[in-house]
T-cell receptor
Framework: DAKTTQPPSMDCAEGRAANLPCNHS???????VYWYRQIHSQGPQYIIH???NNETNEMASLIITEDRKSSTLILPHATLRDTAVYYC????????????FGSGTKLNVKP | DTGVSQDPRHKITKRGQNVTFRCDPI?????LYWYRQTLGQGPEFLTY????????KSRLLSDRFSAERPKGSFSTLEIQRTEQGDSAMYLC??????????????FGPGTRLTVL
């Protein structure tokens, strides 16, 4: 699987958009980008995933660059409960099963 | 859907003892994964089952570790002769390979192991 690079930490003001970047410059054509988050002392929680196109769901938006070498997770209106470690992961299609989490980005949402 | 459950949530043991953890996946999920997470790091893949078959094992899974999923439902992870370096959170996840399913992995709350 391709490796990912994320900043170790970011701050965001409550109510503002949080934009979390991820670099996956070695991604191959059939690898999906997944985002998970982990709130302290809980298991990781799925947020969103995508292959080429931008994706949006009730939690977040995922913007993938045209060359697919980087992506940005957007939390449109961050709340204090969004404080967590966010992991960007790439994996091959639906039949390749292990995730490589890396160290993630600790997002601190401040009042 | 009650989610993925793990038991126990916390385990403290002395070095050299054996421990066993249990994971109950979401009922219709045929895929089950074990990960290990140490402080400040992301989860690391340990092993993967599809139904009762163990299809992949990480090099992290030493000979002291064994995982089973005898009937394709719950799974156990056993660590023999525990060492202090085994202290970590052990996470279980499940997913489905059903056609058209999202195949996202749903994680349990984890079992925190402390080896004294």
């Amino acid at each position: 699987d391709a490796k990912t690079t994320q900043p170790p930490s970011m701050d965001c003001a409550e109510g503002r958009a949080a934009n979390l970047p991820c670099n996956h410059s070695t991604i191959s054509g059939n690898e999906y980008v997944y985002w998970y988050r982990q709130i302290h002392s809980q298991g990781p929680q799925y947020i969103i995933h995508g292959l080429k196109n931008n994706e949006t769901n009730e939690m977040a938006s995922l913007i993938i660059t045209e060359d697919r070498k980087s992506s940005t997770l957007i939390l449109p209106h961050a709340t204090l409960r969004d404080t967590a470690v966010y992991y960007c992961i790439v994996r091959v299609g639906r039949n390749f099963n292990k995730f490589y989490f890396g160290s993630g980005t600790k997002l601190n949402v401040k009042p | 859907d009650t989610g993925v459950s793990q038991d126990p949530r916390h385990k403290i043991t002395k070095r050299g003892q054996n421990v066993t953890f249990r994971c109950d996946p979401i009922s219709e999920h045929n895929r089950l994964y074990w990960y290990r997470q140490t402080l400040g790091q992301g989860p690391e893949f340990l092993t993967y089952f599809q139904n009762e078959a163990q299809l992949e094992k990480s090099r992290l899974l030493s000979d002291r570790f064994s995982a089973e999923r005898p009937k394709g439902s719950f799974s156990t992870l056993e660590i023999q002769r525990t060492e202090q370096g085994d202290s970590a959170m052990y996470l279980c996840a499940s997913s489905t390979s059903k056609q058209g399913a999202l195949d996202e992995q749903f994680f349990g709350p984890g079992t925190r192991l402390t080896v004294l």
